[in-house]
């Protein structure tokens, strides 16, 4: 479980951009709060922060022609099981969208895909 830096989401190969958005998906739902150890700072942040991550992942999407469920473009939308926010407040959103998202970050990720023998160049 992990969220991949936002500056390689352009360039993630087709599986881990797939993934990502299947980890978004249910980090908004009935993952919300749910504890692992690589996303937890995530839940220190308003939803709505996720929200904005997961449109950048949905945008790179649709730009290599995959359709995605039009009820994720929604913010208070939270999947089949999970209640749907009321009203979640939007934010203005500062790049990086997550803090923790920062050049050491950058690196880690780069290196754990190199690890499964994925070579991106940014």
């Given at each position: 479980?992990?969220?991949w ?8 190969p ?15 739902g ?31 999407m649709?730009?290599?022609g ?57």
């Amino acid at each position: 479980m992990r969220l991949w830096h936002e500056q390689m989401i352009s360039i993630l190969p087709k599986n881990q951009l797939l993934g990502q958005h299947r980890e978004c998906c249910a980090l908004r739902g009935n993952g919300w709060n749910k504890k692992h150890k690589t996303v937890d700072y995530v839940f220190s942040y308003s939803p709505y922060h996720l929200f904005t991550y997961h449109s950048l992942v949905m945008d790179e999407m649709e730009k290599r022609g995959y359709r995605v469920s039009i009820e994720w473009r929604d913010k208070n939308y939270r999947g089949k099981t999970a209640e749907n926010y009321d009203n979640l407040e939007e934010k203005r959103i500062e790049r990086p969208i997550y803090k923790e998202h920062n050049a050491e970050y950058l690196l880690e990720c780069i290196e754990n895909l190199r690890n499964k023998g994925i070579k991106l160049e940014l």
